[in-house]
């Protein structure tokens, strides 16, 4: 088996964020690539579900409505990010790689419907938009291991 380092070599330079890849690949320990699938998936579990809660709270508590309005369409967006990656879970689970690739793509989609409402202002300053890069990023991860299974 190639030793982690050898996997991060291989797997980081084709990523949306190498140095970010680098350290939670780093992170998921010792493992083989299914393994390393499995973690950066759990990863992208808890950081989906994290955006989803944080928008639905951004969509109760702002006072702005077009702010409002864009906090609910991305809580929306989160909501099908997170049954995405579950379903990426079963996937994986299943080795149906392809799947695991074409639904991460559709994740990153609805991730990107959210992180473009933003675009114009008015501004947003919370963790939503810097949540959304991340979760991208580990996504583009996914997508670089699913292509490697």
Known sequence: MASSTDVVSIICPKTSNPPFCSSVLKSAGPTDLKGLAVYTLNLAHTNARKSLTLANS???TT??????????????SYDEVVGDIENVQKDL?????NAVNIVTSGAMTDIDDCQ???????????LLLKNGKTLNDICSIILVISNLL
């Not at 006072?63 to 609910?72: D, V």
């Open 116 to 126: 473009d409402k933003f675009v114009q202002p008015p501004k947003n300053t919370s």
């Open 93 to 97: 689970a299943l080795g149906d790689f």
């Open 58 to 60: 951004l969509a109760k």
């Open 63 to 76: 006072p702005n409505p077009q702010l409002k309005q864009r906090y609910s369409s991305c809580a929306e």
